[in-house]
């Protein structure tokens, strides 16, 4: 084991503890993840969804659209997602709501573009979702593509460079791990900590019996091998939403100190401020996007 691997793994050993309630099972999980879109969504306004065709991207298990479609303000809702098996799960969370049906649709999404007509679409909202697109400049083009003009999309996403950027904390606790170490040594750390005996599994590391699945881990040692997470930065988005045709009408950054009080998040929204360092200290930014009119 190389020395970075081993200091990794010492330093992640000492700092690792048990999951929260949220993350032990997917009945607790699927409830804070309602929690987290709901605060999520208070960072945009009600009158986003008035009159609007909607495309929610990345929809997942359907909870953000549940949530627009119990608003009673957009014309239309459309889920979008690869993941057949939460398509299943939206659906069959969709047919509880028989006064939803003239308005919220699911639909199986294609790496090759949306399945939706061009400039069909008011609003796009994506939440928690633009980091794991491994083509990001493709998709914003496709979203260009269907927003009618003056149509606009609506992000949370969170930066790669920064604390948590590749969304692994849940085996190495360490923030900025992807900086101070490296990718072999995150991912060579993560296969050595899923095998521990000290380890306890999250509710995505089990089957269907409630036994751990094999270690993933040892599959990959780069980012782009797991395909999980894109490496997008601040400057490759802007240029990225210029070349699509898009602007930024708004982009809001909250530091590592998240929406906390106090020291931690006064020491984040300091460091935030600085030039070139501040893309590191941020946690997680608030983006709308707009298509100009013709």
């Given at each position: ?189 993560a296969a050595t900590i899923y095998d521990d005996p000290d380890f306890v599994p999250r509710h995505w590391d089990l089957d ?54 106090g020291a931690k998040k006064l020491v984040g929204d300091m460091l935030m401020q600085l030039p070139v360092l501040g893309e590191y200290a941020t946690s997680y930014a608030v983006i709308a ?6």
């Amino acid at each position: 084991m190389d020395l970075r691997t081993t200091a990794c793994t010492a330093l992640s050993k000492r700092m690792m503890s048990a999951p929260d309630d949220r993350m032990a099972g997917k009945d607790s999980y699927a409830d804070w993840r309602d929690q987290s879109l709901v605060a999520s969504w208070r960072h945009f306004s009600d009158s986003e969804l008035d009159g609007k065709d909607v495309l929610d991207f990345g929809c997942g298990e359907g909870q953000l659209a549940m949530l627009f479609a119990s608003k009673k303000l957009a014309r239309s809702i459309t889920g979008v997602d690869i993941d057949t098996a939460a398509l299943a799960r939206a659906k069959t969370a969709l047919a509880k709501f028989p006064e939803f049906a003239d308005t919220l649709h699911f639909v199986e999404g294609n790496v090759n573009g949306l399945p939706v007509a061009d400039e069909s679409i008011d609003l796009i909202t994506a939440f928690d979702c633009m980091e794991h697109v491994m083509e990001p400049g493709a998709i914003l083009q496709d979203w260009a593509r269907v927003l009618r003009p003056g149509g606009r999309a609506l992000l949370e996403w969170f930066p790669f460079k920064g604390p948590w950027g590749p969304h692994m904390e849940a085996l190495i606790p360490l923030p900025w791990a992807h900086l101070v170490f490296g990718e072999k040594a995150m991912f060579r750390t993560a296969a050595t900590i899923y095998d521990d005996p000290d380890f306890v599994p999250r509710h995505w590391d089990l089957d269907a019996e409630g036994h751990k699945k094999p270690n993933k881990w040892t599959r990959w040692e780069s980012f782009a091998e797991q395909a999980y997470v894109n490496g997008l930065d601040i400057a490759t988005f802007r240029t990225l939403v210029a070349d699509a045709g898009l602007t930024i009408d708004r982009m809001d950054r909250s530091g590592f100190g998240g929406d906390s009080k106090g020291a931690k998040k006064l020491v984040g929204d300091m460091l935030m401020q600085l030039p070139v360092l501040g893309e590191y200290a941020t946690s997680y930014a608030v983006i709308a996007l707009e298509k100009p009119k013709a």
